[in-house]
Nanobody, 126 residues
């Protein structure tokens, strides 16, 4: 069973920052891409970023490059998502997720995901 432990969301003012974290366990695929997608009320899911399990390569959706950065701690296996210069339109539920076979394009643009967590609310408001 694949499990996710997610934390780091909350309320932040415009221009502020948050750092999300996710620890994944139970993945049996030989390789995978682990990362984040978000969904706001009335909107479609939007893939944001992922990092390859084997090669450590990171991938970011074009629209968030320069503001959002995914990384991982090799010591404890935790994936991080640094969110900077937050805007009200970033308000959404942010989900940690896994795509088997390390297919970042599918993760970000097709969202053919295999596993995901319950998500963390991120609210950007004054």
């Amino acid at each position: 069973e694949v499990q996710f432990v997610e934390s780091g969301g909350g309320l932040v003012q415009p221009g502020g920052s948050l750092k999300l974290s996710c620890t994944v366990s139970g993945v049996t695929a030989d390789d995978y891409c682990a990362g984040w997608f978000r969904q706001a009320p009335g909107k479609e899911r939007e893939g944001l970023a992922c990092v390859g399990h084997s090669d450590g390569r990171t991938w970011h959706r074009e629209s968030v490059r320069g503001r959002f950065t995914i990384s991982r701690d090799n010591a404890n296996g935790t994936i991080y998502f640094q969110l900077n210069s937050l805007r009200p339109e970033d308000t959404a539920i942010y989900h940690c997720a896994v795509k088997n076979q390390n297919l970042p394009y599918s993760f970000i643009h097709k969202l053919t995901l295999d596993h995901w967590g319950q998500g963390i609310p991120v609210t950007v408001s004054s």
